[in-house]
């Protein structure tokens, strides 16, 4: 079986922002695997923040047993608020489990009262201290930034004359 948890019961309709964690049964997994994510409209995700790789399709390949991944979900603009369902589906070559959990979207003023899954902000808080993978696109690491060179201008004195600018 899969299974899924929250790091909050509740999210903000407008710029909020959530942790899912996905865990996988040792006994899922004999072979490579997808796990696909299906949220409601108005809600998005971020690349899996445990570095494993996603296909062209959005699907996280996974291959280990009792394997975990989080995943960061946010609003952007304003959503309804009300009960949302998001799905996650393990898909293998011979079948496919579907799980799903409900998450209340409420406007700012309701997050007070919000559950908090310590289970899951611990998880996120050590994935947060480990270091970034090789497979990261965003980590800068790879670049080399160079000072660009700053050339004198040289202009003769009849086009000083002439500009228009006058900043010289």
């Known amino acids: ?13 407008e710029e909020g922002m959530n942790h899912l964690w996905i865990q996988l049964h040792p006994e899922d997994l004999l072979q490579i695997s997808e796990i696909k994510i299906q949220l409601p409209k108005g809600i998005y995700r971020s690349k899996n923040l445990n570095g494993l790789i ?34 996650v589906s393990l898909l293998t070559s011979e079948a496919a489990v579907h799980q799903d959990i409900s998450i209340q979207v409420v406007p700012e003023e309701e997050m007070d009262t919000a559950e908090i899954n310590q289970h899951v902000v611990e998880r996120v808080k050590a994935l ?7 497979d990261d ?14 050339l004198e201008q040289r202009i003769s004195r009849l086009e000083k004359n002439y500009r228009m600018d006058y900043g010289y």
């Open 1 to 13: 079986m899969v299974d899924i948890q929250l790091a909050k019961s509740k999210m903000e309709n």
């Open 54 to 87: 996603e296909n062209e399709q959005g699907h996280i390949i996974t291959d280990a047993s009792g394997q975990d991944m989080i995943i960061e979900i946010f609003t952007q603009d304003a959503i309804p608020c009300g009960e949302m369902t998001i799905v």
């Open 137 to 150: 696109d965003e980590d800068d690491s790879n670049f080399v930034y160079i000072q660009p060179k700053i």
């Open 128 to 134: 947060s201290n480990t270091s970034p993978t090789q």
